[in-house]
């Protein structure tokens, strides 16, 4: 793996902040040709560092919150994650250590939509309790 210097650093910063930036856009901000931003972000994807291009949803979406999520012994914290993940307005899931087993990140465009994927997470089986933090604010 070749190591990443200043313009990768740059050409990074810059797509986490919009994944959809024009490469003429990037060009002129690192200082390089269309051709050569292309060939670093092929090369940032080929050698992991880069693993998806996602979206993030627009500011119509008023509720993020955080459901900490707990699982039974017997039901494998994978599969409760996976069923999680596929539920509308879920952004990510992690599985974590400590008190709870899985985290749930989810964004939706009213509490009442927030409220119908906790009941959804709630109906899951394996899932025993979970607590649900609000986000406030982003930086």
């Known amino acids: 793996m070749k190591d990443i210097d200043e313009i990768d650093e740059k050409i990074i910063s810059i797509l986490k902040a919009n994944a959809r930036t024009p490469l003429s856009r990037i060009s002129k901000e690192v200082g390089i040709s269309k051709t050569a931003v292309k060939k670093r972000i092929d090369r940032l994807a080929r050698e992991g560092i880069i ?4 979206i993030e949803l627009s500011s119509k979406v008023e509720v993020r919150a955080l459901v900490l999520i707990r699982s039974t012994a017997k039901g494998k914290t994978s599969e409760t994650s996976e069923i999680i993940a596929r539920f509308p307005f879920v952004e990510k899931v992690y599985e ?3 008190d709870y087993d ?34 406030l604010k982003t930086y």
């Open 51 to 54: 693993s998806r291009f996602t």
């Open 96 to 98: 974590v250590a400590g």
């Open 102 to 135: 899985i985290v749930a990140m989810i964004s939706s465009p009213t509490v009442e939509k927030l409220n119908e994927t906790i009941d959804k997470i709630r109906e899951v089986p394996s899932v025993t309790s979970t607590i649900t933090v609000m986000v």
